[in-house]
C-alpha cells in the first residue's frame, strides 16, 4: 500500500498551487502614477500606492485572469501565465466610450454589499465528465441533491430546485428544474466563470431567489487574441468519459466568439459489492456565442444545446409491495445485472436550445443600456417499464417553451450608482397525450413581468451602502384532468374548487385552474472595509417565491424518483426574510471566510413521504407536497493558509439547522454538517508537479422528521402491517480522494497539463442522504481519473 501511494504522489496531472508574487506599477499614458487603481486577480485584489505601485502575494501556478481598473481610464483585462513571480507593468489610457469596460467595472468592483463565490478555471475542469452540481460542491455552503450519479442540482444554505435559479449566459434557465430529479441542462465545459450569490441580494436577476443563485457565462477577454483547448477526461468508474473542446477569439474592438463542443460516454457505475445497474448516461453539447464591439455599443448573439440520454438505476423501480418494502429495509438492491454501457428503461432523454441575441450601448460616458431576448424551448422524455406496443412510447412527454425580455439601464454619478430594468417572460407548456398516460404535469401557460430599482452609495472610501426593491407579476392558467377518486383524496370534494370544474366525465373531471400572483422583493446590504484584504458585508433580503406547477399539479408517477409526487391546489407563495454577514481576508499568506445566516421562511414547501401505492405500472412510495414555517441557520467556513512555497492548507465546513417551526421539529432533506481539508504541495521547477490529498467527511444527519409509516404485505395468503423504514438517515462517511499531476510546455504557445486522481481511495461503502435513490443502492466506489488538457 505504501509503494501505491508513492506511485500515487509521483503520477501527473493538471494545475498547481505554488505560491508566486504580482507586482508592477500602474500609470497613464503619460507615465504618471495612478494612485489607487484597483488590480483584480480571480478572487484576490489590491490598490495601487501613492507611486502607482502594487503587489499581489501567494498567486497560484496557472493562468490567471486580471484586471487593472480606474475611473476614467480604460480597464486592462487580460490572461497571464503565472508560473514565478512576475512584474506586469500597466498603462491605462484615458476611457473613450468602451462599453465592455464598463461590463468589468461592475463584475470587478470591491465595493459590492453582497459576497460573490467563484469557482476557479481548474475547479470548473476538473468536473469536466461531470455535472455543473458537482462543481459547486467546492464552493462552502453548497451541497447537492441527488437522484443516481448524472442528476445533480445544488442545494444552497439547505434550500434548492426553484429557489435556487440558474443563470446561462445572463439568460434564466427554465428547463423544468420543479422536480428533484430534473438537474440544470446546461455543460459545465462551456462555463468560463461561475458565480454563487447566497440569498436573494440579486435583485437585477430575481425576485424569487430564496435560496440563491447559479451565474454561468461564458468566457470573454478583451485582448486581441486567438487560443484553445482540448479537455480529455477518462473514467474507471463507468468505464467512460468525457471529451470536450474550445476555441476562443477574443478582441478590445470588434468581432470576438467562443465555441465549445462536449460529448460525455458513461457506464453503469460500480458501488463497491455489486454493479449499479442501469446507472450509465450519455451526453452531446454545444455552445456558441459572438459579438461585436463597437466604439459605444456591444451586439451579441449566442446558442447553446444540450443532449442528454440518463439511465434511471433499475433497482429503484419494483413490481410489489412485499420488494419494495424488503428493499428499502434490507438496504439492499432488488435488481443487480452485470456490468454495461447500454442504457435500458427507465430512464430519461432531455434537450434544451436556448438562444439569446443582445445589444448594450453606452447611452454617455457614465450611462448604459442593455437589451435581451432569448428563446428557450426544453423537451423532456421519461421512460417507463412498459410491455407490447408502449415499450418505446415515453410515459412522460413535455415540451416547454419560454421566451423573455429584459431592458437594463445603470448610471454611474460621483458616489452614486442607480440601476433599473424591466422584464416579461411567456411560457407554455405542453403534455403530450400520446403518452396514453395521464401527465404528471398539465398543460399549462405562464405570463411573467417585472420591475427592479437597486441604489448604491459610497459613504466614505471604506463604507458602501446598498438597497434594492423589486416587484412581479405572474399569471398561471393550466388545464389538467382530475381522477374524481384522486380529487376526493386530495379534499377538493369540499366545493372549494367546483368553480374550476369544466367538464364531469363520470370517472374525472376536466379542471382549468388559475393562479395571479403580486410579490414584493427587497435587500439591504452594508460593506465595510477595514484593510485592503478585510471586509465585513451584511445583508437582509426579502423574497417571496410561487409555488411551481410541480407543487401545485402533480398527479402520478416521477419516473427519476421512482415515486408518485401528488400536488396540492390550496399551496400559497413563500416569504422568505434572510439577514447574513460574511468576514473576509482575501489577501496574504491565511485567508478566510465566515458566512453566518438566518433565514425564516413562511409557507415553506416540502416533499412528504405518507404511504405505498401500487399500480399496474409497480409499487411506489407515495409523496404529498406540504407547507409549513420554517427556520434554517446556520454557518459556512472556509479558511486557506499557505505554509510555505510549497505546502497548501484549505479548510472548508457548512452547518444547516432546519426546523419545521409550526410542528417543532427537523425539517426534513437538510444536508448534514461536512468538513473538507485539502493538503497540497507542489514542486517548484519541475513541470509545476503537484500532489494533493483531500478529506471529506459528512456526518450522520441526527435531525430529520419521523414520516415512517406501516404498509400491507402479503404474507401467507393475509395481509400484515409491515414497518416501512424511509426516514431514517445512513450513517456518516469519511472519503480520501487524491490527486497528482504536472504541466508541460509543447512549445511557445502549446502545452499539456496531466492529472491522475484517485476518488474514494478507499473504495468505502456508504449512502448520501441527499440522493433520493439512497433507498435502494449505495453511492458509487472508488473511481480513477485520468485527465489530459491540450493548450494550444
Not at 442 to 454: L, R, S, V, W
Request: proline fraction near 4%; charged fraction near 15%.
Amino acid at each position: 500500500m505504501k509503494i501505491y501511494f508513492m506511485l500515487l504522489l509521483l503520477a501527473v496531472s493538471g494545475y498547481t498551487f505554488a505560491q508566486h508574487t504580482l507586482s508592477g506599477i500602474v500609470t497613464t499614458s503619460l507615465n504618471q502614477p495612478l494612485t489607487g487603481a484597483h488590480i483584480h486577480l480571480d478572487n484576490n485584489h489590491t490598490v495601487t500606492m501613492p507611486d502607482g505601485s502594487y503587489t499581489l502575494g501567494s498567486v497560484p501556478t496557472g493562468k490567471h485572469r486580471i484586471v487593472a481598473s480606474y475611473i476614467g481610464y480604460k480597464s486592462l483585462d487580460t490572461l497571464v501565465d503565472i508560473y514565478k513571480d512576475i512584474t506586469l507593468n500597466v498603462q491605462l489610457k484615458p476611457e473613450t466610450t468602451q462599453l465592455e469596460e464598463v461590463v468589468l467595472t461592475e463584475n470587478y468592483t470591491t465595493q459590492n454589499t453582497t459576497h460573490e463565490n467563484r469557482l476557479e478555471q481548474d475547479q470548473i475542469e476538473k468536473y469536466s465528465s461531470a455535472t455543473l452540481g458537482d462543481a459547486l460542491r467546492e464552493i462552502p455552503g453548497v451541497s447537492t441533491l441527488k437522484t443516481g450519479s448524472a442528476i445533480v442540482k445544488p442545494v444552497i444554505n439547505g434550500l434548492h430546485s426553484s429557489r435556487v435559479p440558474v443563470f446561462s449566459n445572463g439568460v434564466r434557465l427554465e428547463d423544468q428544474q420543479w422536480g428533484a430529479e430534473h438537474a440544470p441542462n446546461i455543460d459545465i465545459n462551456a462555463a468560463g466563470k461561475v458565480t454563487v450569490i447566497k440569498g436573494a441580494a440579486g435583485l437585477q436577476y430575481s425576485g424569487d431567489a430564496v435560496g440563491g443563485l447559479v451565474l454561468v457565462e461564458p468566457l470573454s477577454v478583451l485582448k486581441d487574441t486567438l487560443f484553445g483547448k482540448t479537455l480529455l477526461t477518462a473514467n474507471s468508474n463507468g468505464r467512460g468519459g468525457a471529451i470536450s473542446s474550445s476555441l476562443h477569439k477574443g478582441a478590445e474592438s470588434g468581432w470576438a466568439y467562443n465555441v465549445n463542443g462536449t460529448l460525455k460516454y458513461m457506464g453503469d457505475r460500480q458501488a463497491p459489492d455489486y454493479v449499479i445497474s442501469n446507472s450509465g448516461n450519455r451526453e452531446g453539447n454545444f455552445a456558441g456565442n459572438v459579438k461585436y464591439l463597437g466604439d459605444n455599443y456591444l451586439l451579441g448573439a449566442s446558442y447553446s444545446f444540450y443532449n442528454a440520454e440518463i439511465g434511471i438505476a433499475a433497482a429503484t423501480h419494483i413490481g410489489n409491495v412485499a420488494d419494495l418494502v424488503r428493499a428499502i429495509n434490507s438496504q439492499e438492491p432488488s435488481v443487480v445485472r452485470p456490468f454495461t454501457h447500454a442504457i435500458g428503461v427507465p430512464k430519461q432523454q432531455l434537450q434544451h436550445h436556448l438562444a439569446k441575441l443582445n445589444y448594450k450601448r453606452n447611452i454617455t460616458d457614465n450611462q448604459t443600456l442593455s437589451l435581451q431576448y432569448a428563446f428557450q424551448l426544453n423537451k423532456r422524455k421519461e421512460y417507463d417499464i412498459r410491455r407490447g406496443a408502449l415499450a418505446d412510447v415515453p410515459a412522460l412527454d413535455l415540451t416547454l417553451v419560454t421566451h423573455s425580455a429584459n431592458a437594463d439601464w445603470k448610471k454611474e454619478q460621483g458616489d452614486e450608482t442607480y440601476k433599473a430594468g424591466i422584464s416579461a417572460a411567456y411560457q407554455h407548456n405542453n403534455a403530450s397525450p400520446d403518452t396514453g398516460v395521464r401527465p404528471l404535469i398539465p398543460n399549462y401557460t405562464k405570463y411573467d413581468a417585472g420591475a427592479y430599482g437597486i441604489y448604491t452609495h459610497h459613504f466614505a472610501n471604506s463604507i458602501t451602502g446598498e438597497a434594492g426593491l423589486r416587484y412581479d407579476f405572474s399569471h398561471v392558467d393550466a388545464d389538467k384532468y382530475y381522477q374524481i377518486s384522486r380529487w376526493d383524496d386530495l379534499g377538493y370534494d369540499n366545493g372549494s374548487f367546483d368553480n374550476i370544474i369544466v367538464k364531469d366525465y363520470g370517472s374525472q373531471y376536466l379542471t382549468n385552474p388559475k393562479f395571479t400572483y403580486h410579490n414584493v422583493s427587497a435587500s439591504l446590504g452594508l460593506r465595510k472595509q477595514f484593510n485592503h484584504s478585510i471586509n465585513l458585508l451584511g445583508n437582509l433580503s426579502l423574497a417571496m417565491r410561487n409555488p411551481n406547477p410541480s407543487e401545485l399539479f402533480s398527479d402520478g408517477l416521477h419516473h427519476g424518483n421512482a415515486t408518485i409526487e401528488l400536488g396540492d391546489l390550496r399551496i400559497k407563495k413563500e416569504q422568505s426574510v434572510k439577514a447574513s454577514a460574511t468576514l473576509l481576508k482575501t489577501e496574504g499568506d491565511f485567508t478566510f471566510e465566515v458566512t453566518p445566516y438566518i433565514n425564516s421562511i413562511r409557507n415553506f414547501i416540502y416533499l412528504q413521504p405518507t404511504k405505498v401505492e401500487y399500480s399496474n405500472r409497480g409499487t411506489f412510495p407515495v409523496y404529498h407536497y406540504r407547507q409549513t414555517n420554517a427556520l434554517l441557520t446556520g454557518a459556512d467556513v472556509h479558511v486557506g493558509y499557505a505554509l510555505n512555497n510549497h505546502l497548501q492548507y484549505t479548510f472548508n465546513g457548512a452547518y444547516v439547522y432546519g426546523q419545521n417551526s409550526s410542528s417543532n421539529t427537523a425539517l426534513i432533506d437538510m444536508p448534514p454538517p461536512n468538513i473538507s481539508n485539502i493538503i497540497r504541495y507542489t514542486w517548484i521547477g519541475w513541470h509545476e508537479a503537484f500532489a494533493e490529498l483531500q478529506s471529506e467527511a459528512i456526518f450522520t444527519q441526527k435531525r430529520y422528521p419521523n414520516y415512517n409509516f406501516y404498509a400491507d404485505v402479503p404474507q401467507d395468503g393475509a395481509l400484515v402491517p409491515t414497518y416501512v423504514n424511509i426516514s431514517t438517515p445512513p450513517a456518516g462517511y469519511h472519503l480520501l480522494h487524491l490527486s497528482s499531476g504536472c504541466n508541460f510546455k509543447l512549445g511557445n504557445k502549446t502545452g499539456l497539463a496531466v492529472k491522475v486522481s484517485v476518488y474514494n481511495l478507499f473504495n468505502t461503502t456508504y449512502r448520501d442522504y441527499l440522493n433520493r435513490q439512497r433507498l435502494y443502492t449505495d453511492e458509487p466506489g472508488r473511481n480513477i481519473q485520468l485527465q489530459l488538457k491540450l493548450n494550444y
